[in-house]
């Protein structure tokens, strides 16, 4: 019995996916992907985020507004957000977070957006979805200042940033998701971090329809294409690729506790990252 992978970040809203989205998903099955979270980032648009996870007890969603798109946006209170969160697909807070290096939205308005959505996730009991970019000593000083006003649980999704901000969203018992970004060749910086990071705190993630994995690299990213991302960390972990997909599935599950874990499958995708089609 093979444990299904979770692919915790996902856009598959996105219209990219329009032509293909149920052969898509049915390539996802296929390779093991036995859960999938799309993700939203404008709250204007969760209507249609949520509205895909109808129906298929393989997806769930997420609810928020992305730093790129804090200034188009209007401001969501905490409420809005937990109101929101209220539906049975809804299974996180996000993404939220900071991102420095575009700088699409002014940097005052990102944290006090950030800062919104973290008291949404501690006061409805779901996982915050972070995102982070050039912004790792605000993150950190936020992530500690509001963490000590009250707990909560979070995921610094699609993680590519420095050992300072890994060490210290693991010192607060937060999970690391890694995506594709870990088999790149310029990415030996990020591999040296992940092998020293704690195997229980670990997550995989596509961010589909962004950055595919090697060596599905140059096309649109998509669930299917995880189990290259999956193997690589294995092999930084020194571990068979089923063990990893059992013990990151478990860590998904222990985190988003709102979702509920799929049969176990014997299906051998999800241990060979040739079952991608």
């Known amino acids: 019995m093979t444990p299904t992978l979770v692919d915790s970040h996902c856009h598959l809203e996105f219209d990219s996916f329009d032509e293909?989205?149920?052969a898509m998903l049915a390539r996802a099955a296929a390779a093991g992907i036995?859960?999938?979270?799309t993700i939203c980032t404008r709250f204007s648009r969760f209507h249609e985020v949520v509205a895909l996870t109808e129906g298929n007890p393989a997806l769930y969603c997420s609810v928020g507004i992305h730093p790129h798109h804090v200034a188009e946006e209007a401001m969501a209170t905490a409420g809005a957000l937990i109101e929101a969160a209220g539906g049975a697909r809804v299974v996180g807070i996000g993404e939220t977070g900071l991102d420095y290096h575009y700088d699409n939205s002014p940097r005052d308005a990102q944290v006090e957006s950030f800062?919104?959505?973290?008291?949404a996730a501690r006061e409805s009991g779901l996982p915050l979805?972070?995102?982070?970019?050039?912004a790792d000593q605000d993150m950190i000083e936020i992530l500690r200042t509001e963490f000590a006003e009250g707990p909560f649980g979070a995921v610094m999704h699609?993680?590519?940033s420095g050992r300072s901000l890994a060490e210290a969203a693991v010192e607060l018992g937060f999970y690391i998701?890694?995506?594709g970004i870990v088999t790149f060749a310029s990415a030996?910086?990020?591999r040296e971090i992940v092998r020293d990071l704690p195997i229980d705190r670990l997550l995989v993630e596509t961010d589909a329809p962004y950055l595919a994995p090697v060596p599905e690299r140059g096309k649109r990213n998509e669930p299917a294409f995880m189990v290259h991302t999956a193997a690589r960390v294995a092999e930084l972990h020194d571990l068979p690729v089923d063990e990893f997909a059992r013990i990151s599935t478990e860590n998904f599950f222990r985190l988003f506790t709102k979702a509920q874990s799929p049969p176990k499958t014997s299906s051998p995708a999800a241990a060979s990252p040739?079952?991608?089609p």
């Open 20 to 22: 293909d989205r149920a």
């Open 34 to 37: 036995g859960t999938m979270v």
């Open 115 to 119: 800062r919104t959505h973290i008291r």
């Open 129 to 134: 979805i972070i995102h982070a970019r050039s």
């Open 158 to 160: 699609c993680f590519s």
């Open 177 to 179: 998701s890694l995506s």
């Open 188 to 190: 030996e910086d990020l």
């Open 274 to 276: 040739g079952a991608a």
